[in-house]
């Protein structure tokens, strides 16, 4: 199973080589295996900008506690979940549904029901944490394809999300900063490549009942 050799390889990027670009091509593979990721509902209640201006850069650097992956990787994945989900998304999820399996929208509307009554009994803090869980699972996608083709990533959630959605300009898209995924190529005198995987063994995370 190339899977667990590719996580093996993988680790949390502190030290990109900027001189090694991940190609157009490579990131154009990345962005479909995560918008390939499940969500709940299927809402993809969230955003992934893809930051490559250096000068936004270096600001989030700042806002990163100096944190060099910030500058020095080849692009930004920053996930940003919505601040709210309702009736507007709920219905375009389902006409898109609709469309690309030839159906009629109406036919769902009972789902979409159901669906909208749940999001709607969600308070504001409970919309924007289930929102942002969803993120995760995206950045976890992005790791686990990254490594496929031998492209490094450090996840990070090590920085001023406020400072973020001022810097971005978040709020006014609806949407706020959850968590970020530096994506490059590592540096071989990387410190931390010295260190082996710190796992838990297997009999601790996995109970059988
Ligand atoms: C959600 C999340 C946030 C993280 N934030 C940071 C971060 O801000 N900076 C950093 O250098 N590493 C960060 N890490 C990396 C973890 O420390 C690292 O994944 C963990 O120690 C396991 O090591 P490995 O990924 O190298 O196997 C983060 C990891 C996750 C999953």
């Known amino acids: 199973m190339n899977t667990i050799e590719n996580l093996k390889w993988r680790y949390a990027t502190k030290k990109f080589d900027p001189a090694k670009r991940v ?94 009554s749940q999001m709607s009994s969600l308070s504001p803090e409970q919309m924007a944490a289930w929102t942002s869980k969803q993120t995760y699972i995206a950045l976890g996608t992005l790791m686990v394809a990254a490594a496929e083709i031998k492209i490094d990533v450090c996840p990070m959630e090590g920085f001023d999300k406020e400072q973020y959605d001022k810097i971005l300009g978040l709020k006014d898209m609806g949407l706020t900063s959850s968590v970020l995924g530096a994506v490059g190529y590592r540096d071989e005198n990387d410190p931390y490549l010295v260190f082996r995987k710190t796992r838990k063994p297997n009999s601790e995370i996995f109970k059988t009942i």
């Open 23 to 116: 190609s157009k091509e490579n990131l154009e593979q990345l962005k479909e295996a995560v918008n390939l990721t499940a969500s709940s509902y299927g809402l993809q209640p969230y955003k992934v900008l893809i930051i490559e201006n250096p000068e936004i850069r270096e600001k989030l650097k700042e806002a990163s506690w100096g944190q060099p992956q910030i500058t020095d990787s080849s692009y930004l994945f920053l996930f940003c979940n919505f601040t709210a989900v309702g009736d507007k998304e709920v219905d375009g999820y389902l006409k898109l549904r609709a469309d690309i399996n030839n159906q009629n929208p109406d036919d769902s509307k009972d789902y979409g029901d159901m669906m909208k």
